[in-house]
């Protein structure tokens, strides 16, 4: 069961100066409760007419759950740097030092990095002018063994003095384990480019989640939110149903996550991950989990399942996990070519879930109960997690 809300966070989230500026935070001012049922009331509305959907699950304490922070940097009309936000909707950077959601360890780490920029005459970039270096700061913290990494993204693979930087920033913040140069020298609004140079430590730090331990590097997808992260999986391995016989496909795999957790229950994993960084930390991950039943291809996951079923291979159960656009029908077909008996649909938009739910239903499958999951604390965004059982 899930334990009471406590005294702590039913407090109006009023501490937050930037909230009118930041447009972050949709449901500042509102007690965790109110916001709680909210997305309750709102899940109800798009996936009640499919399934039952239970309660809600919580967080215990919803603040500084994110243990990855971005800082964009930029000049004041002083010509000061000041990291922080791109107020929503425009390239106006807001100024932060502290975030009520972000990790306040990352936080401090970025601040120490903007008041070191003067002493080592390192330039902020300036989009209009193309002028400058640092454009962009990335933490990653691991809240479970504190492992640090710092991406520092530059305009330019030239970085006058980067070793004395990084020493000047170790001396801050010796709980750093690792920095990483990443250079983006385009015109985009994508924040990291493609190449790398490792400045210090190994180039990827390590977590522990749902007893697995998981390689990440700086252009990895990890879950931002690892408290909630554990209960949501918790969740849908239970759903899953796992009688230690069963052909599992770990769709949009990222790094492995789902899928190494799962191997403990079934008989054997597929991954299968368009990203080829991710394909390789997934690789890296079963390896350091000594996981003998997972393998991990690089591909569309449709396309992987329809080779599958050309080949006479049958799947038992389908864990899938696609972005905010949801799936596509082409990717429910390939589910249906594969006999696949259970289908467990972890989705960050409740909005494509219930369209593709509707067209699960056509293949032959039913919504068997739906958990909304609070990931985003203070934000109107919903996680929700969906079995699909194929009918008889």
């Given at each position: 069961?899930e334990?009471?809300?406590?005294?702590?966070?039913?407090?109006?989230?009023?501490?937050?100066?930037?909230?009118?500026?930041?447009?972050?935070?949709?449901?500042?001012g509102?007690?965790?409760?109110?916001?709680?049922?909210?997305?309750?009331?709102?899940?109800?509305?798009?996936?009640?007419?499919?399934c039952?959907?239970?309660?809600i699950?919580?967080?215990?304490?919803?603040?500084?759950?994110?243990?990855?922070?971005?800082?964009?940097?930029d000049?004041?009309?002083?010509?000061?740097?000041v990291?922080?936000?791109?107020?929503?909707?425009?390239?106006r950077?807001?100024?932060?030092?502290?975030?009520?959601?972000?990790?306040?360890?990352?936080?401090?780490?970025?601040?120490?990095?903007?008041?070191?920029?003067?002493?080592?005459?390192?330039?902020?970039?300036?989009?209009?002018?193309?002028?400058?270096?640092?454009?962009?700061?990335l933490?990653?913290?691991?809240?479970s063994?504190?492992?640090?990494?710092?991406?520092?993204?530059t305009?330019?693979?030239?970085?006058?003095?980067?070793?004395n930087?990084?020493?000047?920033?170790?001396?801050?913040?010796?709980?750093i384990?690792?920095?990483?140069q990443?250079?983006?020298?385009?015109?985009?609004s994508?924040?990291?480019g493609?190449?790398?140079?490792?400045?210090?430590?190994?180039?990827?730090?390590?977590?522990?989640?749902c007893?697995?331990?998981?390689?990440?590097?700086s252009?990895?997808?990890?879950?931002?939110n690892?408290?909630?992260?554990?209960?949501?999986?918790?969740?849908?391995?239970?759903?899953?149903?796992?009688?230690g016989?069963?052909?599992?496909?770990?769709?949009y795999?990222g790094?492995?996550?789902?899928?190494?957790?799962?191997?403990?229950?079934?008989?054997?994993?597929?991954?299968?991950?368009?990203?080829?960084?991710?394909?390789?930390?997934?690789?890296n991950?079963?390896?350091?989990n000594?996981?003998?039943?997972?393998?991990?291809?690089?591909?569309?996951?449709?396309?992987?399942?329809?080779?599958?079923?050309?080949?006479?291979?049958?799947l038992?159960?389908v864990?899938?996990?696609?972005?905010r656009?949801?799936?596509?029908?082409?990717?429910?077909?390939?589910?249906?070519?594969?006999g696949?008996?259970?289908?467990?649909?972890?989705?960050?938009?409740?909005?494509?879930?219930?369209?593709?739910?509707?067209?699960?239903?056509k293949?032959?499958y039913?919504?068997?109960?739906?958990?909304?999951?609070?990931?985003?604390?203070?934000?109107?965004?919903?996680?929700?997690?969906?079995?699909?059982?194929?009918?008889?």
């Amino acid at each position: 069961m899930e334990k009471k809300i406590s005294q702590k966070t039913e407090k109006k989230a009023d501490g937050c100066q930037l909230s009118q500026k930041c447009g972050g935070c949709t449901y500042q001012g509102m007690t965790y409760e109110k916001q709680c049922k909210l997305k309750q009331r709102r899940t109800e509305e798009l996936l009640g007419g499919f399934c039952k959907v239970q309660p809600i699950i919580r967080m215990e304490n919803p603040y500084h759950y994110r243990n990855k922070v971005h800082a964009v940097f930029d000049r004041d009309r002083k010509g000061k740097p000041v990291s922080g936000i791109y107020q929503e909707g425009t390239h106006r950077v807001v100024p932060v030092d502290t975030c009520m959601i972000e990790d306040e360890k990352s936080d401090a780490i970025i601040v120490t990095i903007r008041n070191l920029l003067p002493s080592f005459k390192i330039k902020v970039y300036d989009e209009d002018t193309g002028y400058g270096l640092l454009r962009h700061v990335l933490v990653r913290r691991s809240f479970s063994n504190g492992q640090i990494m710092v991406v520092l993204v530059t305009a330019s693979p030239v970085f006058p003095s980067k070793n004395n930087f990084v020493k000047a920033l170790l001396k801050e913040h010796p709980e750093i384990t690792t920095v990483i140069q990443n250079v983006n020298g385009r015109n985009t609004s994508m924040v990291l480019g493609q190449k790398e140079n490792v400045l210090y430590g190994k180039g990827y730090i390590e977590d522990t989640l749902c007893g697995c331990v998981f390689r990440i590097s700086s252009k990895s997808f990890y879950q931002i939110n690892p408290v909630q992260t554990e209960k949501l999986y918790a969740k849908a391995i239970e759903l899953a149903d796992l009688k230690g016989t069963e052909n599992v496909l770990d769709a949009y795999c990222g790094i492995g996550t789902i899928g190494l957790i799962a191997a403990a229950h079934c008989r054997q994993v597929a991954g299968v991950e368009l990203n080829p960084d991710a394909v390789k930390d997934a690789v890296n991950n079963r390896n350091r989990n000594k996981v003998e039943n997972a393998r991990f291809f690089r591909g569309d996951a449709g396309e992987f399942m329809v080779g599958l079923a050309n080949d006479g291979q049958k799947l038992d159960v389908v864990f899938m996990d696609p972005p905010r656009s949801g799936s596509t029908e082409e990717f429910i077909d390939a589910v249906e070519q594969t006999g696949a008996k259970r289908v467990v649909y972890i989705s960050c938009n409740p909005e494509t879930l219930a369209r593709d739910l509707q067209y699960f239903e056509k293949k032959g499958y039913q919504a068997g109960e739906a958990w909304p999951v609070d990931m985003f604390p203070w934000t109107d965004s919903i996680e929700a997690v969906t079995v699909l059982n194929r009918k008889k």
